[in-house]
């Protein structure tokens, strides 16, 4: 019943989009992933691990038995690393904007979403079923424009703060500032910003001075760990506790990574020098590919890095040459970007030195000319 597969896997082969399972080469520098402070692949020590004294299962929903001390203390230390009084943790990102968006928005609700959201916003958004309006990217106005035609019960304006695929920022001070005006929650994305920017890591909206309705932040990206959380009011947070399905129904997060990750989360409060490095770091490597002629994405800032190559052919033909000079970075097609976007993204980290910056430049300058 499922032989169509085929033709379809050779279809989306013929137009560049066929992804593969690939398996990770440690001979490769990675200016692949989002491990931007570098803490990703540091080992624990086994010291660590015993001073952890926690389990690696929680063995069921958080709601049933899975909830230990060990999750409480890590929420309670993300709340307070982002200013808001109550955090809850997810299985990943993915399952915080799904659960978030789908507990809170429902029918007759308007969401107003950024034109780059991420697709777990996409989807929780769907899921919702409240009436959704795509606005374009980064335009304020344009979110302004819906939330004044009215129609709704509730609105709602969704955005990251940091765009994954092109490096750029939302104006968080006037969405905040249009939010308020029109009575509207404001739910940020920090997924990418969180460890990066902002007083001890706090992300855009700390750097920003403004206070988000909800804020997802990621422990896979900058922390170095694995999983996601919510804050908000502790209003927000027993909301969530209740009816949002992707944590009612899913087994907890492991006690033993939730302690490990505490220790990680400290961590990156505390590192300004390797905050401050990666900023140098980012800034030198753009100067340089600039200075290439190659094209990188409009006000694209920070440790990530897009190079827009458009073809997705010419973008897997690229990253392949990093590849064959040392580095892992991938190629980024439709539909992770629109089409006619393909891209090299380039994620830098505190842990590059100029050398191997001024390397990963000349390889990338010289495979986009071929």
């Known amino acids: 019943m499922l032989d169509f597969l085929e033709a379809e896997l050779a279809e989306i082969g013929r137009l560049g989009l066929l992804r593969e399972v690939a398996g990770v080469r440690p001979d490769l520098i990675d200016v692949a992933s989002n491990d931007y402070l570098g803490y990703a692949r540091d080992p624990v020590s086994r010291a660590t691990l015993l001073e952890c004294e926690a389990e690696p299962g929680a063995g069921a929903s958080r709601l049933i038995f899975g909830t230990t001390a060990a999750h409480l203390d890590l929420e309670t230390e993300l709340a307070d690393w982002v200013s808001l009084p109550s955090s809850l943790l997810f299985s990943s990102g993915y399952a915080a904007n799904l659960g978030l968006i789908q507990a809170v928005c429902v029918p007759g609700d308007l969401v107003v979403s950024d034109g780059l959201n991420h697709a777990s916003i996409i989807d929780g958004s769907r899921l919702s079923r409240a009436k959704v309006e795509i606005v374009p990217h980064r335009e304020p106005a344009a979110t302004e424009r819906v939330l004044a035609a009215g129609g709704y019960r509730r609105a709602f304006v969704v955005t990251e703060s940091y765009f994954s695929m092109d490096g750029d920022q939302a104006d968080l001070a006037a969405l905040r500032e249009i939010c308020d005006r029109y009575s509207a929650a404001l739910f940020v994305d920090e997924a990418h910003a969180l460890g990066v920017f902002g007083p001890q890591g706090a992300g855009l909206c700390r750097a920003a001075g403004i206070a988000p309705d909800a804020l997802v932040g990621t422990l896979g990206k900058a922390v170095g760990a694995q999983g996601a959380f919510v804050a908000g009011s502790k209003s927000l947070t027993r909301w969530l506790w209740n009816r949002a399905r992707s944590l009612v129904f899913s087994t907890g997060t492991s006690p033993l990574l939730a302690r490990v990750t505490l220790g990680q989360v400290r961590r990156a409060r505390g590192d300004d020098p390797a905050r401050s490095r990666l900023a140098q770091a980012a800034v030198a490597l753009r100067a340089r590919l600039q200075a290439g002629g190659l094209r990188l ?27 064959a000079a040392g580095f892992r970075a991938q190629a980024i097609r439709p539909p992770t970007v629109p089409a006619g976007g393909a891209r090299v993204r380039i994620t830098v980290s505190a842990r590059l030195d100029d050398a191997t910056l001024a390397r990963l430049a000349e390889c990338l300058i010289r495979a986009c000319a071929e």
């Open 297 to 323: 994405a409009p006000e694209s800032t920070g440790p990530i890095v897009p190079v827009l190559l458009g073809d997705n052919a010419r973008a897997l033909r690229v990253a392949e040459a990093l590849g």
